[in-house]
């Protein structure tokens, strides 16, 4: 029996609730593609024409809040420094 794993996209974004399935699918979909190579562009990260297209549909949204996105991401962190005795909290600042 094939294993199948949770890309880190997916478990990072477990708790996101924006109010429709599908857009917290969207958002999974989204940090897998953003995730694989950060500095690309949206249409390079995308890889074709429909995917890069859902994924300004996403941006666009008026009811979401970039809080609404990031969410997820920050209760995920702070998960994983409760563990350590010591965080660094680096600041790369212009």
Same mark, same amino acid.
């Given at each position: 029996?094939?294993?199948?794993? &949770?890309?880190? +996209? #997916?478990?990072? $974004?477990?708790?996101? @609730?924006?109010?429709?399935?599908?857009?917290?699918?969207?958002?999974?979909?989204?940090?897998?593609?953003?995730?694989?190579?950060?500095?690309?562009?949206?249409?390079?990260?995308?890889?074709?024409?429909? &995917?890069?297209? +859902? #994924?300004?549909? $996403?941006?666009?949204? @008026?009811?979401?809040?970039?809080?609404?996105?990031?969410?997820?991401?920050?209760?995920?962190?702070?998960?994983?420094?409760?563990?350590?005795?010591?965080?660094?909290?680096?600041?790369?600042?212009?």
């Amino acid at each position: 029996m094939a294993r199948t794993t &949770e890309s880190s +996209a #997916a478990m990072e $974004f477990k708790g996101i @609730d924006l109010g429709d399935k599908r857009l917290n699918r969207r958002a999974i979909v989204l940090g897998e593609q953003l995730s694989g190579n950060p500095t690309t562009s949206i249409p390079q990260a995308c890889g074709g024409w429909a &995917e890069t297209a +859902a #994924a300004y549909r $996403f941006f666009a949204q @008026d009811k979401l809040e970039w809080t609404d996105v990031m969410e997820p991401h920050w209760q995920c962190s702070a998960e994983r420094m409760r563990v350590c005795d010591v965080v660094l909290c680096l600041d790369v600042g212009a």
